[in-house]
């Protein structure tokens, strides 16, 4: 049995949306609306594995969905809707609980970074959330995910267990009449020249919601100005910028803003640099602000827009869940078949 193609992906309500953000998922989550059957969730289950307070997380759920339409997803053709609504997450990712190995887990880098020192007093949930990301994928058994390059091992842990789940099941999976594998092994999509873009203030550092420095990133929700006076102040060195890629070796902050130029403008780094090849910082960056301004203005503009009737953007995620839904139940019937479980 071929599975078809279905995109999912899914970007977590902890506030302070950033160009990353946008660049690295949402700009092409919007991309791949024309050609795929997409599911965009916004993963609140995810964002309370470190504290939330409640009246935030509630706006920050509202905000990322108004990001999401307000960059160009269409609810209608799509499905757009919050994890929590739809049961099937935390149910599938039990059942991954007790499919994936603490082996497996404590390879993690992002929990090591996000655990800190102090690994005895982060969450359960902290540690478990790469299961609960690949349930988010596989309830829906879809097939690509677009992601920045900082998902990548995340990916690789729900194929691993895809294909773990595929292999202890594979006499029931047949038997139900699955054919050789219930889940496809879902692939990364991580391409573009803005995979992993950098801080405005250190091109050693990722561009992160939780750097303590608002000049580190644009926000989705800044203004002209402060966009203006984010790029003026971003760190670069003091040569001009190359014509060839070459020339960026060694050069963080100059490859940073090549690369944002070349994701906003829709072409590659190459291309940029054939074009400002030579040019001071200074004209680079009147050109960047120029660009970016064009770009995330109208953005920023819906977004206040959607989130001035916080009623329709709920109205847009109960629909976008009873959708999800309908898809989750099939699965997880399946699922409980697979494994033996008694349905209701
Ligand atoms: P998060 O806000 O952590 O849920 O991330 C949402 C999406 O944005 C994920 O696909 C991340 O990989 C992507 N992302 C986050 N930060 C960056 C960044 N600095 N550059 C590119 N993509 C990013
Ligand atoms: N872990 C992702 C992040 O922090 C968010 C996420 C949760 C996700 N579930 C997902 C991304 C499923 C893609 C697919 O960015």
């Known amino acids: 049995?071929?599975?078809?193609?279905?995109?999912?992906?899914?970007?977590?309500?902890?506030?302070?949306?950033?160009?990353?953000?946008?660049?690295?998922?949402?700009?092409?989550?919007?991309?791949?609306?024309?050609?795929?059957?997409?599911?965009?969730?916004?993963v609140d289950l995810h964002a309370i594995t470190v504290w939330q307070e409640?009246?935030?997380?509630?706006?920050n759920i509202r905000e990322v969905t108004a990001a999401?339409?307000?960059?160009g997803i269409d609810p209608k053709k799509h499905i757009v809707f919050n994890q929590s609504q739809v049961a099937g997450?935390?149910?599938?990712?039990?059942?991954f609980n007790c499919?994936?190995?603490?082996?497996?887990?404590?390879?993690?880098?992002?929990?090591?970074?996000?655990?800190?020192?102090?690994?005895?007093?982060?969450?359960v949930g902290l540690f478990a959330y790469p299961n609960l990301m690949a349930a988010d994928i596989l309830l829906y058994r879809a097939t690509h995910v677009p992601v920045g390059e900082d998902q990548k091992q995340h990916l690789e842990l729900s194929r691993d267990i895809a294909q773990k789940f595929n292999n202890d099941f594979a006499a029931?999976?047949?038997?139900?009449?699955?054919?050789?594998?219930?889940?496809?092994?879902?692939?990364?999509?991580?391409?573009?020249?803005?995979?992993?873009?950098?801080?405005?203030?250190?091109g050693?550092?990722?561009?992160?919601?939780?750097d303590p420095s608002d000049l580190s990133r644009i926000n989705l929700t800044d203004d002209a100005d402060t966009i203006a006076q984010k790029i003026r102040k971003a760190r670069t060195d003091p040569d001009p910028l190359p014509a060839v890629s070459d020339g960026l070796e060694g050069r963080p902050e100059a490859a940073n803003l090549a690369g944002i130029y070349a994701a906003l403008a829709g072409t590659d780094v190459p291309g940029v640099l054939a074009e400002f090849g030579g040019s001071q910082f200074s004209d680079?960056?009147?050109?960047?602000?120029?660009?970016?301004?064009?770009?995330?203005?109208?953005?920023?503009?819906?977004?206040?827009?959607?989130?001035?009737?916080?009623?329709?953007?709920?109205?847009?995620?109960?629909d976008g869940a009873d959708r999800a839904s309908v898809l989750a139940e099939e699965t997880m019937g399946a699922v409980k078949d697979i494994i033996g479980l008694i349905r209701h």
């Open 68 to 71: 999401f339409l307000a960059a």
């Open 99 to 123: 499919v994936a190995r603490m082996g497996w887990l404590n390879r993690m880098t992002q929990f090591k970074e996000k655990a800190g020192k102090n690994r005895e007093n982060a969450s």
């Open 172 to 202: 029931s999976i047949a038997e139900n009449g699955f054919g050789e594998m219930f889940f496809p092994l879902p692939e990364p999509l991580i391409a573009g020249p803005a995979t992993r873009v950098m801080s405005l203030r250190d």
């Open 1 to 42: 049995m071929t599975i078809p193609s279905r995109v999912f992906s899914g970007v977590q309500p902890t506030g302070n949306l950033h160009l990353g953000n946008y660049l690295g998922a949402i700009q092409r989550f919007v991309a791949l609306q024309d050609e795929h059957d997409c599911l965009y969730c916004v």
């Open 204 to 210: 050693k550092a990722k561009m992160s919601k939780s």
């Open 54 to 59: 409640p009246a935030e997380l509630r706006h």
């Open 284 to 318: 680079f960056k009147k050109a960047l602000t120029d660009l970016a301004v064009e770009k995330l203005a109208p953005i920023n503009a819906e977004m206040r827009r959607y989130l001035a009737d916080p009623a329709e953007i709920d109205r847009i995620l109960a």
């Open 89 to 95: 997450h935390s149910e599938l990712a039990w059942i």
